[in-house]
């Protein structure tokens, strides 16, 4: 039994990453036929793409009763896609931010966003109205990239690419696989779950969030490879943003979000240890092998205390 469950999970998780890497590559096509800057798509277009697996999940799994996963799934990300993209630039180079005064505005935005999504904790829910305090912040937050791109646009020559309707035809489609994958991946991680006896928060937060988190993971590997290096981290940084003030936010408009203090202090905590970290690194504009190997002790950290308090349970 346990075998087939995984054997699905595995399958959930793959239909996710090959769905948003269709999905990012469509929209991405699309935005740059408007001639949208590298940085401006890192921090938009592929970051929606690459968090749709996370809105997707989350959804879900409130809507069936499971809003561990949910809050599990949006923490884990979050803190996987930090450190391993800070780790994985800082050993492979010194890295000094080129388009440093406009992130310095989106870390800004992404550690105002882990705060109050911390602050939830004090009241013990996302309510409907928070949910839409959330969508409306992005809303304002989008506001503010467009109209700095809207800047750019007019001081940078920016190149127009055409689509066909076979780009709009593969979005739809990789919608489509994003949320078959996403009812696969929920549905068997909670069968798991429950033969094992581990928290469903727990399995969220490391294995569906290392799943969810994979488009994000792979779209900055390849930009690395690149040297786009500009779309990696715009892309971490727009990711995580959306991730808290959208997938949350919409979820808790659907059904209201519990969220226990007791369950979720330690994934908040290093929530907010991975935000500021981000931001002290954007604010000094570079990094390095030290700040590379600081990442990764975060990150094994934070996994060795959800197998202490998985064991606990």
Known sequence: MVFIETALLVIGLALLVKGADALIDASSKIARSFGISELIIGLTIVAFGTSFPELTVSSLAVAEGHAGISIGTILGSNILNICFIIAIIGFHTRYTFNDKKLLERDVVWLLV?????????????????LGLAFIALYAYYSFSIYRDFKKEEKTVSVKYLGTTWHDYAKLAISITVLYFGAKITVDNAILLSIMAGIPDWAIAATVIAIGTGLPEIVVSLVAIRRKQFSL???????????????VIGSVALIQPIPIALGTFAYDFLFLLITTVFVTVIVMRTWFHKTEALVAAVIYSLYILTLIARSLAV
């Open 232 to 246: 990696s981290i715009g892309n971490i940084i727009g990711s995580n943003i959306f991730n808290i003030l959208v």
């Open 113 to 129: 966003s882990a705060i109050l999504f911390a602050a939830t904790t004090l009241i013990g829910s996302v309510t409907r109205l």
